[in-house]
């Protein structure tokens, strides 16, 4: 069984980051949601939300995604119940500094149990970030 992906972040990164990754894996889409946190979303209204679509996977454990750690997404998704009202769910992690070759190796693995994915997504982030040199210096035009 996969591990569901909850998306977390700044709008419209969430929803952006998704709609990338789904263009590399499109049999992915169920398990991957994104939430995007508007500048003057309430946050009441933000974490049940966001506890909502945790629980569209109630088998199933849950890696949530966010942005930046200590910004307001990050912060809602870690006050956001993570446990159904009647019965526990499967456990979730919250990893912060979500990128798209982070988000892209985490699909890939995604059948994987959770605490083999959250090392595959932190290796796969890290990884995913390089200095490259220019392909060649501009040449000036006459």
Not at 31 to 49: E, F, V
Not at 97 to 123: D, F, I, Q
């Amino acid at each position: 069984m996969n591990v569901g992906i909850l998306l977390v972040a700044h709008a419209p990164l969430a929803s952006a980051l998704r709609s990338c990754a789904l263009h590399v894996f499109p049999d992915a889409a169920p398990d991957i949601l994104a939430m995007d946190i508007g500048p003057n979303d309430p946050a009441d209204g933000s974490c049940q939300a966001i506890a909502a679509m945790r629980a569209h996977w109630p088998d199933q454990e849950c890696l949530v995604l966010v942005d930046v750690a200590g910004a307001t997404p990050c912060n809602l998704a870690r006050q956001a119940p993570m446990s159904g009202p009647d019965a526990p769910l499967p456990p979730a992690v919250l990893l912060a500094g979500v990128n798209l070759p982070m988000l892209l190796r985490v699909l890939n693995y995604r059948h994987e149990p959770l605490n083999t994915l959250v090392a595959r997504a932190l290796a796969g982030g890290t990884q995913g970030m390089l200095q490259l040199a220019l392909s060649a210096e501009p040449q000036p035009t006459t």
